[in-house]
Structure formats: C-alpha cells, structure tokens
C-alpha cells in the first residue's frame, strides 16, 4: 500500500525553523522526483520544492534561500528545512512525486507562523 506521511509541522515565530519530513512506503520512491506542496488557506495548493532521484534541486522564488530540500533514499524519507519562516509561509504542507499523483496525497502537516 502507497503511503505518504508528512510531519514535523507546528507554530513558529516569524524567523523561527522548522524541519519536515515526509515519510514513504509501498513503492520505489527513491527512484522518483520527490516535492513539497502547501495550500494556505484559500488559496491553490503550490510546489514549494522539488529534488530528484540524483538530488538536483529546485524552489519558488518565494523559499529560495529559506528553505532547503533533501532526502534520503535509504529510508525513503524527504525533509523540508525550513528558515527564516515567516507569516505567508503558513499553510498546509504535503509531499508528493513531481509532477503529483493524486492517489498519493497525504494529510499533510500544518505549519503556523505566527507570534
């Protein structure tokens, strides 16, 4: 069975971090472009990062410099980095493949950045 689990969320002040992870089972994983999607409230889920099987990376203008993507094919596990956070980074955050399939959508994890 596929399975896409994100954590990590949580409430930050404004130039806090935090770190997301984005753990995945039932397939080959390790052998896809991986991403990190958030939807903020109202508004279209987006692709925040992405990093391919060889770890070649690439962000939105908005994160870049803040936010770091990485993962571990060991594990199948990706991570977020994220610094500097602040408020229009709050959103729900997701991982998927690149470009995203949607049987594969998560819960997600929520990241509040707020005082």
């Known amino acids: 069975q596929v399975q896409l689990v994100e954590s990590g969320g949580g409430l930050v002040q404004p130039g806090g971090s935090l770190r997301l992870s984005c753990a995945a089972s039932?397939?080959?994983?390790?052998?896809?472009?991986m991403a990190w999607y958030r939807q903020a409230p109202g508004k279209d889920r987006e692709s925040v990062a992405t990093?391919?099987?060889?770890?070649?990376?690439n962000y939105a203008d908005s994160v870049k410099g803040r936010f770091t993507i990485s993962r571990d094919s060991a594990d199948n596990t990706v991570y977020l980095q994220m610094n500097n956070l602040k408020p229009e980074d709050t959103a729900m955050y997701y991982c998927n493949q690149a470009p995203p399939y949607a049987p594969y959508w998560g819960k997600g994890t929520l990241v509040t950045v707020s005082f």
């Open positions: 990093i391919s099987r060889s770890g070649g990376t």
């Open positions: 039932g397939t080959l994983f390790r052998f896809r472009t």
